[in-house]
């Protein structure tokens, strides 16, 4: 892995503690590294610190953004450099050479299809199996802990609601069924449902859930609109709602607001709760990653 990844030039837009650590792991596997909006960190002293991205991403053979990904216009929300810096990532895209890999988060509609414009090789991390599933437990443990910060319950004998029972939901169900919550799923999927209450859970079609407002806390990890007004008006105003799907989510925030309940985004849990585990996620799972996509490259252009 050292090998191949040795003096090879790749571009890091942007941060939290994750990919600081992930920087300095690509460090000691010899990769020329170049920061935008890094801290001043001992451990990337070696690293070439930029305040531009479009000079960062000059002659670089891959970019790295942050597992939080971008706003819905393309920049990078996430840095811990200068507070006024803005890494736009919309600015740096058109300066990539053919079949660079890009590596985020989870891509914004503009981001993929700058990436489709530019024939750019782009990799959502968030969706490789490897990274979810680890991934799914720190934010699994961090959904239960901004519940339990903003109610005055127990997480115990609560009635407790998960939208959706994918890689996170599933975890975040078996967790709270650990902690002797009364469960239950709601999903379009039959085999989801059949999934969850085998698991120990009541399922739930999501076509019945407007006739359920029992609920005392609820999570959502669908990234659609499936908590709207229509349903948030008849739920009692104690109810806490924690939604961790990406994007706008699938909650009427607004609505939420106005109906005096407490609904929470709470996003880049892995990196805000448990950002030594998520890093090591990561390190474990992108160096790999890398060799793997710039050897691919560099067999296509032999032959």
Do not use: W
């Not at 837009?13 to 170049?34: H, S």
């Not at 908590?227 to 009427?252: F, K, W």
Request: aromatic share 2%; hydrophobic share 45%; net charge negative.
């Amino acid at each position: 892995m050292a090998g191949q990844l040795s003096s090879t030039p790749v571009t890091m837009l942007g941060c939290d503690m994750r990919e600081v650590e992930l920087a300095a792991a690509l460090l000691d596997l010899g990769a020329d590294l170049r920061l935008v909006g890094f801290p001043e960190d001992e451990r990337l002293k070696r690293a070439l610190h930029f305040s531009d991205a479009r000079e960062a991403v000059r002659g670089t053979e891959a970019v790295i953004a942050p597992m939080s990904s971008t706003d819905a216009a393309g920049r990078v929300t996430a840095h811990m450099g200068d507070s006024g810096l803005v890494i736009d990532l919309t600015d740096a895209i058109p300066l990539l050479a053919s079949g660079t890999p890009l590596l985020i988060g989870v891509a914004r509609p503009i981001i993929r299809g700058l990436a489709a414009q530019y024939n750019l090789r782009l990799v959502e991390m968030a969706e490789i199996p490897e990274i979810a599933i680890l991934n799914s437990v720190p934010t699994a443990e961090g959904a239960i802990q901004v519940a339990m910060e903003n109610t005055e319950i127990t997480i115990h004998n609560s009635r407790c609601l998960v939208m959706g029972f994918g890689r996170c939901g599933t975890t975040l169900a078996r967790s709270l069924l650990a902690l002797g919550a009364r469960v239950t799923v709601c999903s379009r999927s039959a085999q989801d449902l059949a999934g969850a209450y085998a698991l120990g859970c009541e399922p739930l079609p999501i076509t019945g859930l407007s006739a359920r407002r029992d609920f005392e806390i609820i999570f959502n990890t669908i990234p659609a609109m499936v908590l709207p007004r229509s349903y948030l008006r008849h739920l009692e105003r104690g109810t806490v709602i924690v939604d961790i799907a990406s994007g706008p989510g699938g909650t009427d925030f607004a609505a939420a607001e106005q109906l005096g309940l407490k609904a929470i985004h709470a996003l880049s849990l892995p990196g805000r709760v448990a950002p030594k585990t998520a890093a090591a996620i990561l390190i474990k799972t992108i160096p790999r990653l890398l060799e793997n996509l710039l050897g691919e490259e560099e067999h296509g252009s032999e032959s």
